[in-house]
C-alpha cells in the first residue's frame, strides 16, 4: 500500500515541478509519521499529500496551494482535513523537518566521485 | 500545545512588528518569567488558509535544531490560538530587552566592539556549522542580554539550511533567494543585489562585516537605498566597483546594469580601497581593518569564513575566558 502511494505520489511530485529535495524529504517525513501513528486506510492519501505540502513549504520558494492537492486526490478530503493533518504531522515529528534524506548524503558522494552526468541519473534512479 | 506551558500576554506590549507578523511582551504563567510571543497569522492565498506559513515552519525547526546555544535566542514553544476564525501561530523565545542597534547608538569601546564581534561571530559560525544560512542578519536581528553582556541571534524567520552546494540543478540554487527581498538592504551582499545564484553561507559574512563597521562608527556603514542598483553604487564608491579579476563573472549577473559600469569607482590597488574604507571606520586598529576587509570582500568565494575569523590576529589579545 505504501508503494502505491508512494508512486501515485512521485507522479504528483512531479506535475507540479518541484525540487528533488522536496521529495526525498516528502518520502522521510511519510515513513515517519506513518512509523509512529496508526491511522486508516483511507486517510492513507491524505497523510501523503500533507507531507508533500510540509516537504514543499520547507524546502521550495513555491508550494502547491491546498485546492489544487484536494483537486488532485478526486476531492476525496476537505481543507480544513489537510490543514489538521498539517499541524498533527508537526506536532508528532516536533517540527523536525530537518532530517537528512538519502537525496543529501548521495549529492556528496557523487561530489566526492567527481561524477558526470550519465553516474548522476543512474545513482538519483537508484535511490 | 507543544511543552504545555502556558503564556499570557498583553496586546498592548508590542514591541516589534514586520508586515503582518508581531511580537509581543509576554509572561510564563507557571514561573513568571518574561517572554517574547511572535505571532505569524495563518499563510493565505486568495482570501483561502494555505495552512502554516513556510516561514515559521523553517524558523521553528532551525531554531529546535541550534538552540540551546549561547550566542542564540533561546527557543521555548510553540502553539496556536483561534482569534475570530483566524488561527494565528505564536512562537515563544526568551525576551531579551535591548537590541544591538540600540547598545550601538550608547557609543561602545574599542574593547567592547571587539568582545561583541567576537560572540556574533560565534554564534554565526555554530549557525553555518548546521548549514543554516541567517540571511538576515544586522543590527536589529541581534539582540543583548545585558546581565550576561552577552549577543542573541534572534530573526531566524527568513533562514534557510542548506546542504551541500551543488552545480547540477540551476532550480535548486535559485531557491535559495526568494524571500531575501524582505532583508534590511544595508546589509545585503553584493551578490544578493547582483542576483546572483553564487549564494551560500559566505553572504552571511558579508552582512557581518556590516555590523562590524557600524558597531565601531557607531552609524551603519552602507545607508539604505531604495533599489538594488543605487545601493550596490554606495557600496562601489566605498570599495570601488569590482571588476572581472576581483569577482570572476560579476559583469555578467543579471542584476549587473550599465549604470553600474559606468560609476568610476575605480581604486587601483588594494591599499587604496583600505584607505576609502579606514576613512569610514577611523576607530579601527590595523587587525581590525582586516577583519573587516576581508569580510566585505567581493568575491564570495574568497571571503573570510565564520570559523576563520575567530582566529584572526585582530582576537589574539581578548580575554576569552570573560566572554
Known amino acids: 500500500m505504501r508503494g502505491i502511494l508512494v508512486n501515485w505520489l512521485i507522479e504528483v511530485h512531479f506535475k507540479f515541478d518541484l525540487m528533488q529535495e522536496t521529495l526525498y524529504l516528502m518520502i522521510t517525513l511519510l515513513d515517519q509519521y506513518l512509523s509512529q501513528v496508526p491511522i486508516k486506510k483511507n486517510e492513507m492519501q491524505l497523510v501523503g499529500l500533507t507531507a508533500l505540502l510540509l516537504a514543499s513549504k520547507y524546502e521550495d520558494f513555491w508550494h502547491p496551494r491546498v485546492k489544487e492537492l484536494i483537486s488532485i486526490s478526486a476531492e476525496s478530503y476537505t481543507r480544513d482535513q489537510v490543514l489538521g493533518m498539517e499541524r498533527l504531522i508537526l506536532k508528532k515529528l516536533k517540527f523536525r523537518l530537518n532530517t537528512p534524506t538519502p537525496y543529501v548524503f548521495m549529492l556528496r558522494f557523487l561530489k566526492a566521485a567527481q561524477s558526470d552526468s550519465k553516474l548522476e541519473h543512474l545513482a538519483f534512479y537508484l535511490i | ?323
Request: glycine share 4%; hydrophobic share 35%.
Open chain 2, 1 to 323: 500545545m507543544f511543552s504545555g506551558r502556558e503564556v499570557e500576554w498583553d496586546a498592548s506590549n508590542r514591541i516589534w512588528s514586520w508586515e503582518k507578523n508581531i511580537v509581543y511582551k509576554g509572561k510564563c504563567k507557571d514561573t513568571g518569567e518574561d517572554v517574547a510571543v511572535k505571532q505569524i497569522p495563518y499563510d493565505s492565498s486568495k482570501g483561502k488558509f494555505e495552512g502554516i506559513h513556510p516561514n515559521l515552519i523553517r524558523e521553528v525547526t532551525i531554531l529546535r535544531r541550534l538552540s540551546p546555544h549561547q550566542y542564540i535566542v533561546q527557543f521555548h514553544n510553540t502553539f496556536c490560538v483561534n482569534d475570530n476564525k483566524r488561527p494565528l501561530w505564536n512562537i515563544v523565545f526568551e525576551y531579551l530587552s535591548c537590541t544591538l542597534k540600540q547598545l550601538i547608538k550608547q557609543k561602545l569601546d574599542p574593547s567592547n566592539v571587539k568582545r561583541l564581534i567576537y560572540q556574533i561571530l560565534s554564534g554565526v559560525a555554530h549557525c553555518h556549522s548546521h548549514s543554516v544560512i541567517h540571511r538576515n542578519l544586522n543590527s536589529e536581528s541581534i539582540l543583548f542580554e545585558e546581565n550576561s553582556r552577552r549577543i542573541k541571534i534572534a530573526g531566524f524567520g527568513l533562514s534557510r539550511s542548506c546542504s551541500i552546494p551543488f552545480g547540477v540543478e540551476e532550480k535548486f540554487l535559485k531557491s535559495y533567494s526568494p524571500g531575501v527581498e524582505a532583508a534590511d538592504i544595508s546589509y545585503q551582499p553584493p551578490e544578493f543585489l547582483l542576483l546572483s545564484e553564487n549564494y551560500s553561507l559566505s553572504s552571511d559574512m558579508w552582512s557581518v562585516g556590516c555590523i562590524f563597521a557600524e558597531m565601531a562608527r557607531g552609524d551603519v556603514l552602507f545607508e539604505a537605498n531604495s533599489c538594488s542598483v543605487s545601493q550596490l553604487s554606495e557600496i562601489f564608491s566605498v570599495l570601488g566597483t569590482p571588476t572581472e579579476a576581483d569577482w570572476a563573472g560579476v559583469t555578467s549577473y543579471i542584476g549587473w546594469e550599465e549604470e553600474l559600469e559606468a560609476l568610476d569607482y575605480n581604486f587601483t590597488s588594494k591599499d587604496l580601497t583600505l584607505e576609502a574604507l579606514k576613512a569610514k571606520v577611523p576607530a579601527l586598529d590595523v587587525d581590525g581593518m582586516d577583519l573587516l576587509s576581508q569580510m566585505l570582500t567581493y568575491n564570495p568565494s574568497e571571503r573570510i569564513t565564520a570559523k576563520k575569523a575567530l582566529d584572526h590576529a585582530y582576537f589574539k589579545n581578548l580575554d576569552k575566558t570573560e566572554l
